[in-house]
Each structure stands twice: as structure tokens, then as C-alpha cells.
């Protein structure tokens, strides 16, 4: 079975700087979707970005990037010029490509961004 | 686009009491699913269904959780009884794609709100 490590319980962060999300995942597949979701206090699950395990290329979304590390079975997030906004739980995820879409989930990173 | 709907909301009752939570997926989604989120265990999937037909119930705890797609714009998750230590936040998400058959495209999962649901 798949399983998600994010071994980082919480983070902090000064409002403009940078920070970094650890993600490692277990998986004896080759094809597969890695996700991070943001889940602020409302609790609401937002995607803020995704994967696809066979591009080399790392994703982008704005002022989030990773740095997806296949044969290290790595996936972390980067968030540059943090804001307030940016403050939320963070979850890591994985979902095979071969079988059914099942996420499976980290325990979380709670990122926290000082004024 | 309205999103996934939740309802309801909150929910507070006793143990043993019949608990019904509804979800309402994205239109043109034909895969649902139901989480649930607690502190000891995190978020898991408790079933998925694609064209309203279960495919993994594998996570469903056991006999008290039941879920039903009727159709593809209405799902139910049920707890008879319901129990303090189901108290949890409940998350619905739907995608479009899905199924067993064949290549699994990048289909994101779009989640509700949630219901937070406390037994006593």
C-alpha cells in the first residue's frame, strides 16, 4: 500500500519569504499523481497544485512550485512571497495512475506566516 | 459553477441516532467520493463510487456506514447508530473520469465544504 510522510507537524514564516513543505511518499508503482492541497480554517480542501509522476519538468502555479524528486520518491512544496492568505494546513498527496482514484493523504503541515 | 454541496453543515446528535449526510457533486462529475478527517487518523477515503456504482468501499469502517448514488447528482452517507468516536469532519469531492477500465487521467478532486458531525 501506498502511504504519504510529511514530517514536518508545523512551519513558520515571515510575510515575503520563502518557505518549504516536505513530502515523501511509499509506492512500487512508476506512473502516478502527486498533489498539495491547502485546507484554511474554513476547512474547505483546496488543490494548489499537482504532479504527474512521468514529467520531469516541475509544476508551477504562481508562487508555488515543487521540487518533485522521483527516485527519491520526493514531492515538496515552495511557496515564495508568502501572505498572510498562504496561512492553512497543507496536505501532501498520492494517487495511482493504474487503478482506482483513491487519495492517499500526509498528516499535514500546519504553515503559520508571521506579519 | 455552484461546487461540490454539503448538507448539513454541523450536525450534533446522540449516540445511536441514524445520521444522513448529503452531497451534491460538480455537474458532469461521474466519480464521488466520500472522506472523512479525524486527528488520529487524518484524511481517508471511505468509498468512491464512478457512474454511481460503489468501485472501493474498502475504507468504509464497517456495517453501522452505509452510501447510496442514486443518481449522478445526489449521493448519501448514512450512520446506524452512529457512535462518539464517528465524530469527525465528513468531505464529499467529485472529479469527471474515473473507472477501472483502462489509463487513469489527471482528473482533479474537487471537495465540499464538509460536515462536521459530533456524536455524543
Known amino acids: 500500500a501506498q502511504t504519504v510522510t510529511q514530517s514536518q507537524p508545523e512551519m513558520s514564516v515571515q510575510e515575503a519569504e520563502t518557505v518549504t513543505l516536505s513530502c515523501t511518499y511509499d509506492t512500487s508503482e512508476s506512473d502516478y499523481y502527486l498533489f498539495w492541497y491547502k485546507q484554511p480554517p474554513s476547512r474547505q480542501m483546496i488543490l494548489v497544485i499537482r504532479q504527474e509522476a512521468y514529467k520531469q519538468q516541475n509544476a508551477t502555479e504562481n508562487r508555488f512550485s515543487v521540487n518533485f524528486q522521483k527516485a527519491a520518491k520526493s514531492f515538496s512544496l515552495k511557496i515564495s512571497d508568502s501572505q498572510l492568505g498562504d496561512a492553512a494546513m497543507y496536505f501532501c498527496?498520492?494517487?495511482?495512475?493504474?487503478?482506482?482514484?483513491?487519495?492517499?493523504f500526509g498528516q499535514g503541515t500546519r504553515l503559520t506566516i508571521n506579519p | 459553477d455552484a461546487g461540490v454541496i454539503q448538507s448539513p453543515r454541523h450536525e450534533v446528535t446522540e449516540m445511536g441516532q441514524e445520521v444522513t449526510l448529503r452531497c451534491k457533486p460538480i455537474s458532469g462529475h461521474n466519480s464521488l467520493f466520500w472522506y472523512r478527517q479525524t486527528m488520529m487518523r487524518g484524511l481517508e477515503l471511505l468509498i468512491y463510487?464512478?457512474?454511481?456504482?460503489?468501485?472501493?468501499d474498502s475504507g468504509m469502517p464497517e456495517d453501522r456506514f452505509s452510501a447510496k448514488m442514486p443518481n449522478a447528482s445526489f449521493s448519501t452517507l448514512k450512520i446506524q447508530p452512529s457512535e462518539p468516536r464517528d465524530s469527525a469532519v465528513y468531505f464529499c469531492?467529485?472529479?469527471?473520469?474515473?473507472?477501472?477500465?483502462?489509463?487513469?487521467?489527471?482528473?482533479?478532486?474537487?471537495f465540499g465544504p464538509g460536515t462536521r458531525l459530533l456524536v455524543l
Open positions: 463510487f464512478n457512474n454511481n456504482v460503489p468501485i472501493d
Open positions: 498527496a498520492y494517487r495511482s495512475a493504474m487503478r482506482a482514484q483513491k487519495l492517499v
Open positions: 469531492a467529485s472529479s469527471s473520469g474515473g473507472g477501472l477500465a483502462g489509463g487513469v487521467t489527471l482528473e482533479t478532486q474537487y
